[in-house]
């Protein structure tokens, strides 16, 4: 695990704040109580009928998978019933139902990070025993069981004084986010996907010089190239920096590092020498992978949702592959992003606390794992193995985020300094000449100053 300290958040300044401010008991101190008695080994009662809600986001992954969690869940155990509620506006909704405990859901499974402010309020549980217990299916632990990149994001630190490392959620999906190739095209043409940024470069030049694009992107949403702007900025740090100050900075001058300005310059290089699709800059994620399908292009930066998204579009025998990002720096091995932005909690304060670490602890299990392959076209970042049953395209994803010839890495941090914008604005200035990338990269430097300081202020530091 890439492990450095991380600053307190927001919310959790706040709270200690008023802890003392005041000798009173508020809804906090509550919650923290629940906390604790809920830290025991899940034990489902067995003696009476129980309901578990069970919220979900329901967007690309669809909620098949969840639909097998609760028939497999109830068949263990029958005097449980467990409630399905998919909510495609559950990003905004969740949160007043968290913060007011109406119509709160025992176990939710959702996009994005409040679990980082909920869990020092008290407000979802903190599930850091539960890492102890063994998942189902195996003979490990979850917290041997999780991988080492999803333990960056996952293990929140708060620091020796106010209890170490918490761990306030699991994992719900992950995946790799990198460069996807037509498999066909490359067999046909007897190409074969490179180790190296210059071996990656001769293979845009062959494939250019066979009348056909390089390389493209859903050119209005530019945050599809993170894996190579962040693999970029790792390989020109080095893991040492980017693990340390760019994601746990001490001051904002690491954001003006001159591996920022290699990646906006890399960038811009790719449409300068022709490996970019004309007219990528004008199409959305939807348009570009249709280009991609009709065989317009030889390879996509997209993500590991990419053949479920498209599978109503999908030619029969169409074939795709991930691969991880090229060595070209400080790493000696290709790098793979791994996005991670989904997660599953427990409502502190829920009235079946047994039933719902058990639920999510089911959910974990390899078969639950292999059924969220099969069923959703989703990864998760822990260790188990896919079947030959899945397609070839979660078979390549699987390898690119395991294979331990790639270096996989995340750039998710709960530090509230870390400037976690990779720049988009910039990024598609430059890639329609808009600014140069120097212009970008003074620009990035000086908006990470103004919002490091914002922070700072914020935070009282």
Known sequence: ????????????????????CSSGGTAAD???????????????????EVTLKVTFFE???????????????????????????????????????????????DVYMANG???????????????????????PGTDMTLDEYITDVAKDKFYFDLGKDNGGIKKYSVPWSAGPMSVVYNVNMFEEHGWEYPKTWE???????EIKSAGIAPLTYPGKFPNYTRPFIRGWQLQAMGEEKFFGEYKNPTSADIYGDTAVLESFKNFRKLFDKGYIMSGTTALDHTQVQMEFINNKVAMILNGYWLENEMSEAWPQGYRIAMAPVPQGGKVDKPVS?????????????????????????????PESCEQFAKLAGGLRPFNYELSDEVSEFTQTCQDVITNEAYYQYTDASSNPLMFKSLGNAYLTQISTGEITPEKAAEDFKNEAATEYDRVKTDLGL
């Open 1 to 20: 695990m890439k492990k450095f300290a991380k600053v307190l958040s927001i919310t959790l300044v706040a709270a200690m704040l008023l802890a003392g």
């Open 30 to 48: 509550s919650n923290a109580a629940n906390n604790a008695s809920n830290e025991a080994a899940p034990s489902v009662p067995q003696d009476k």
């Open 59 to 105: 967007a690309g992954f669809g909620n098949k998978w969840q639909n097998w969690l609760k028939t497999e869940f109830e068949k263990q155990y029958p005097n449980v019933t467990v409630e399905l509620v998919g909510d495609a506006n559950l990003t905004e909704t969740l949160t007043p139902m968290i913060e007011s405990g109406v119509d709160a859901p």
């Open 113 to 135: 990070s409040m679990w980082e402010e909920w869990g020092p309020q008290g407000l979802v549980m903190d599930l850091t025993s539960l890492y102890e217990e063994k998942v």
């Open 199 to 205: 071996e990656f470069e001769a293979l845009c030049e």
């Open 337 to 365: 992003f791994i996005n991670m932005p989904d997660y599953m909690a427990i409502y502190n304060n829920t009235e079946v606390p047994e039933v719902a670490k058990a639920f999510v602890l089911f959910s974990l299990s």
